[in-house]
């Protein structure tokens, strides 16, 4: 196992974490339960609790994590790739709708980027469009643009 070189993924975990520790310290000067119900500091408590173990265990990954100089070799034209297809699939909500914007999005990830096979990655983009736009429309109740097809 190698140790890496500390850099500044180890200063974004601290900060993180600091962050989170920030958030605890919050918490534990509001009242956490009133009655039956949660009261203001216990969301700030768990959400501080979460980020302190998810960062510590980025923390413990990144210094004990793999050979920095494999991870350099990547292509950065995969990341950029995955970006314009978000960015992509965000610009096109007003003009083509929600669902269908969502799921040409996502089916352009598992086919192209992942390089899935079609049919897997047509069901996977239309079924998780189709429960995003159910959950939010008929659910929490947001008038989500539909396009020119009404769905």
Do not use: H, N
Request: proline share 7%; net charge neutral.
């Amino acid at each position: 196992m190698k140790i890496r070189g500390l850099g500044g993924e180890l200063a974004l975990c601290l900060v993180f974490m600091g962050t989170g520790a920030f958030w605890v310290a919050v918490a534990l000067g509001l009242p956490l339960w009133e009655g039956f119900a949660p009261a203001t500091g216990l969301l700030p408590l768990v959400y501080g609790a979460l980020l302190i173990a998810l960062s510590a265990s980025a923390t413990f990954v990144d210094v004990l994590g793999a050979d920095p100089d494999a991870e350099a070799k990547q292509p950065i034209g995969r990341a950029v790739t995955i970006l314009l297809a978000l960015a992509a699939g965000v610009l096109g909500i007003e003009t083509a709708g929600f669902f269908a914007s969502m799921a040409a999005a996502m089916l352009f990830l598992f086919a192209v980027v992942e390089k899935r096979p079609v049919l897997p990655s047509l069901l996977a983009a239309g079924g998780t469009s189709l429960v995003l736009t159910l959950v939010f429309r008929t659910w929490l109740g947001v008038p989500l643009p539909s396009g020119p097809w009404g769905f």
